[in-house]
Nanobody, 127 residues
Framework: QVQLVESGGGLVQAGGSLKLSCAAS????????MGWFRQAPGKEPEFVAG????????LYADSVKGRFTISRDNTKNTVYLQMNSLKPEDTAVYYCAARGTIYSDSIYVRSDEYTYWGQGTQVTVSS
């Protein structure tokens, strides 16, 4: 069982930056693929970024590529999402998700491929 707790959301003006954190419980954090998703009101959850267990591989949605950076610190059981050049369309509740894997380079992009989810943190970008 893995528990995930996100933090770092808030209100920011367009062009600004935020850094989200997701702290995970458990002893084998490096064996979990981590992902960030977001959901805006009335929309389906959207994959934002993913990172493999040891951090060697990352993947981004086209909408955030070049602006967002996912990273992880396995010594702190934490995954991060650095968000720069924020746009109003980035406004959403952001969730981190985890899935155990035996494959070191795996990344999953579908929400139904992840097992554990955090409670979400609101990000609001004003124009």
């Amino acid at each position: 069982q893995v528990q995930l707790v996100e933090s770092g959301g808030g209100l920011v003006q367009a062009g600004g930056s935020l850094k989200l954190s997701c702290a995970a419980s458990g002893r084998t954090f490096s064996s979990y693929v981590m992902g960030w998703f977001r959901q805006a009101p009335g929309k389906e959850p959207e994959f934002v970024a993913g990172i493999s267990g040891r951090g060697g591989k990352t993947l981004y949605a086209d909408s955030v590529k070049g602006r967002f950076t996912i990273s992880r610190d396995n010594t702190k059981n934490t995954v991060y999402l650095q968000m720069n050049s924020l746009k109003p369309e980035d406004t959403a509740v952001y969730y981190c998700a985890a899935r155990g894997t035996i494959y070191s380079d795996s990344i999953y992009v579908r929400s139904d491929e992840y097992t554990y989810w955090g409670q979400g943190t609101q990000v609001t970008v004003s124009s």
